[in-house]
């Protein structure tokens, strides 16, 4: 585990599963129906219960499926969360569909859900970098300078926390980390 900080905020980058976090609001990398899947998205319908669903189903029924770089609210179950915020990022098509707008936007759609909501500390997975393939470096970049940018404009956040499920993708965000934070 490693802090740093952005304005009054703590950046923490740590390895682990998201769903064992104990935080106010949980980010869940969805997909588009919003109906559950694989890797972190399916960890956190698991971990979290029904409750997480039957209100994913609600806004699915109220407003369609979610676009990517969109951001939606939901209860975090047995998560020991208050909230889970599904959003979803792109798929990689090799770089030049807007895939780091998209993802930009995530990030962001995300923290702002969050702070309507009043969460003070947020987990993050690496959005995008599993079965959307998304390229970890540039992902981690892309998600480590919107954090930053989001808390140079808004001190709302206690607590971002960057959830890395393996040792080399820690040591990936790790390294942006150092570059971005500690300038
Ligand atoms: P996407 O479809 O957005 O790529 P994935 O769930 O396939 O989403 O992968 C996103 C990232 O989440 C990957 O780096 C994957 O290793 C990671 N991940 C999978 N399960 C967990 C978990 N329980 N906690 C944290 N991260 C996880």
Same mark, same amino acid.
Request: charged share 30%; hydrophobic share 35%.
């Given at each position: ?7 009054? !905020?703590?950046?923490?980058?740590? /390895? %682990?599963?998201?769903?064992? +976090? ?8 969805? $997909? #588009? ?53 599904? !959003?979803?990022?792109?798929?990689? /098509? %090799?770089?030049?569909?807007? +895939? ?8 962001? $759609? #995300? ?73």
């Amino acid at each position: 585990m490693k802090t740093f900080k952005a304005n009054q !905020t703590q950046i923490i980058l740590k /390895q %682990g599963d998201i769903t064992e +976090e104990n935080c106010d609001g949980i980010v869940n990398a969805a $997909n #588009s129906s919003l109906m559950g899947g694989g890797g972190v998205d399916g960890a956190i319908h698991r971990a979290g219960g029904p409750e997480i669903l039957k209100e994913c189903k609600k806004i699915r029924e109220r407003q369609g499926k979610l676009p990517t770089g969109k951001a939606v609210i939901t209860t975090a179950g047995n998560l020991n969360a208050k909230a889970v915020i599904h !959003t979803v990022g792109p798929i990689w /098509q %090799g770089g030049n569909d807007q +895939e780091k707008e998209l993802l930009k936007k995530a990030y962001k $759609n #995300s923290l702002i859900i969050a702070k309507e909501n009043d969460l003070k500390t947020i987990c993050f997975p690496s959005i995008s970098t599993g079965a959307y393939g998304f390229p970890i470096e540039e992902a981690a970049e892309i998600a480590l300078k919107t954090i930053k940018d989001f808390c140079k404009e808004d001190q709302c956040y206690k607590e971002i926390r960057m959830i890395l499920f393996s040792e080399d993708d820690y040591e990936v965000y790790l390294n942006k980390a150092k570059d971005i934070f500690n300038k």
